[in-house]
């Protein structure tokens, strides 16, 4: 069964670091999309970043820019997100999704991904 599993999620304080890491079983990372969502308390999902099949870093929320970095390891089967600088209002669940091939895109739009994880908390403390 093709299924994403996201780990490294917990609590750190503002201005730490953390990496999250989105690793799919049953099925390869190859030619996919994938992207990282988060929801935080009462508060609508949104698309923070995704990485298209080429490897290459195709968006990223504005309010994350500069501090969030995605990237991935094929040979891992994994993408990461790497949060440095995490502020009280990036404590959300984080969720990665995939859009599988073919073809495989990036967007921000949730409803366009085929596969979602579990999702990992984040919460930044002050």
């Known amino acids: 069964e093709a299924q994403l599993v996201e780990s490294g999620g917990g609590l750190v304080q503002a201005g730490g670091s953390l990496r999250l890491s989105c690793t799919a079983s049953g099925f390869t990372f190859d030619g996919a999309a994938i992207g990282w969502f988060r929801r935080a308390p009462g508060k609508e999902r949104e698309g923070i970043s995704c990485i298209d099949p080429n490897g290459s870093a195709t968006y990223y929320l504005d309010s994350i820019k500069g501090r969030f970095t995605i990237s991935s390891d094929s040979a891992r089967n994994t993408v990461y997100l790497q949060m440095n600088g995490p502020q009280p209002e990036d404590t959300a669940v984080y969720y990665c999704?995939?859009?599988?091939?073919?073809?495989?895109?990036?967007?921000?739009?949730?409803?366009?991904?085929?596969?979602w994880g579990q999702g990992t908390q984040v919460t930044v403390s002050s």
């Open positions: 999704a995939a859009v599988l091939p073919t073809p495989a895109y990036c967007s921000a739009t949730y409803y366009v991904y085929d596969r």
